[in-house]
C-alpha cells in the first residue's frame, strides 16, 4: 500500500535557519524521496535598498 502527501507550508516571518523533522504517529514510515524547496524574500525595506544602490551605481557608469 503506498500513498502520496504533498505539504505546502508559509512560514512569516523568515526564519534565520530551517529544520525538518518527520515524525509518524502510531505507525512506520519508510521513505522513498524527500524534495525540499525553500524561498526567502527579502524585507521590502531591503528591497528599497537593494534598488537604490543600483541606481546608484548605473548613474556611475553612465
Keep these: 500500500m ?10 512569516k516571518p523568515n526564519p534565520k535557519f530551517e529544520v525538518i523533522r518527520i515524525r509518524p504517529n502510531d505507525c512506520q514510515v519508510y521513505v522513498d524521496s524527500i524534495c525540499i524547496e525553500t524561498q526567502c524574500i527579502p524585507e521590502p525595506v531591503t528591497m528599497v535598498l537593494l534598488g ?3 541606481l546608484l551605481a548605473r548613474k556611475r557608469v553612465a
Design 2 to 11: 503506498y500513498s502520496y502527501a504533498l505539504y505546502h507550508f508559509i512560514v
Design 52 to 54: 537604490l544602490g543600483g
